[in-house]
């Protein structure tokens, strides 16, 4: 089975501080995601990163930075952190290898980080 | 711009019944689409998907239709559980970027007994 593991399930952190959400995953998957969830907005893309070293902006990626220094484990950096960005924050990898028609790149989940920032 | 739309932030329906969540998208360049499922303090897991080349896929108690004129899909849960109590997100991708799925706000399903 594929597992995605975040290392926090609870974070509380101050406005102003750097915050850094661990991310790995066991499967050798080339292909990671960092997204946030909130109520009314659903799951929005921050980064994803297809290969070591290598990222790409998502959707919002305004006030985060990402780091893969390892193919299995993807940070996301908060460099300053603002109430804003308090939210649910959920970790995801896939292969990179299309299923059988050709067309669809399962994404698996980790359990997310419920951040709050005071 | 949400190009993946839920109108309907909940839905309760009691248990053995039918339930419909329905998602709407824009981006007719979207191929794929798929549903996942999330409890609380769990991450999101797959469901079920279904191709543009297709109108309907079923698995168990879970059947997804898609009508492409109408850019609008829907999941029919039947019967449903109380186990089934949830939230749903849809989430589309396109065959030039199969790696970048683009979700839903999701749909809260209650199954009540």
């Known amino acids: 089975d594929v597992k995605v593991t975040q290392s926090s399930r609870y974070l509380v952190k101050r406005t102003g501080e750097k915050v850094f959400l661990e991310c790995v995953q066991d499967m050798d998957h080339e292909n990671m995601f960092w997204y946030r969830q909130d109520p009314g907005l659903g799951l929005r893309l921050i980064y994803f990163?297809?290969?070591?070293?290598?990222?790409e902006k998502g959707d919002i990626p305004e006030g985060y930075s990402v780091s893969r220094e390892k193919k299995e484990r993807f940070s996301l950096i908060l460099e300053s952190a603002s109430t804003n960005q308090t939210s649910m924050y959920l970790c995801?990898?896939?292969?990179?290898?299309?299923?059988?028609?050709?067309?669809?790149?399962?994404?698996?989940f980790g359990p997310g980080t419920r951040l709050t920032v005071l | 711009d949400q190009q993946v739309k839920q109108n309907s932030p909940s839905l309760s329906v009691q248990e053995g019944r039918i339930s419909i969540l329905n998602c709407d998208y824009t981006?007719?360049?979207?191929?794929?689409f798929l549903w996942y499922k999330k409890y609380p303090a769990e991450g999101p897991t797959f469901l079920i998907s279904i191709s543009s080349i297709k109108d309907k896929n079923e698995d168990g108690r879970f059947t997804v239709f898609l009508n492409k004129s109408a850019k609008h899909l829907s999941l029919h849960i039947v019967p449903s559980q109380p186990g089934d109590s949830a939230v749903y997100f849809c989430?589309?991708?396109?065959?030039?970027?199969?790696?970048?799925?683009?979700f839903g706000t999701g749909t809260r399903l209650q199954v009540f007994p």
């Open positions: 989430a589309a991708s396109s065959s030039y970027n199969t790696d970048k799925l683009i």
């Open positions: 990163s297809y290969d070591v070293k290598m990222k």
């Open positions: 995801a990898s896939s292969s990179g290898l299309a299923g059988e028609d050709k067309k669809y790149n399962e994404q698996f």
């Open positions: 981006n007719s360049m979207f191929d794929y």
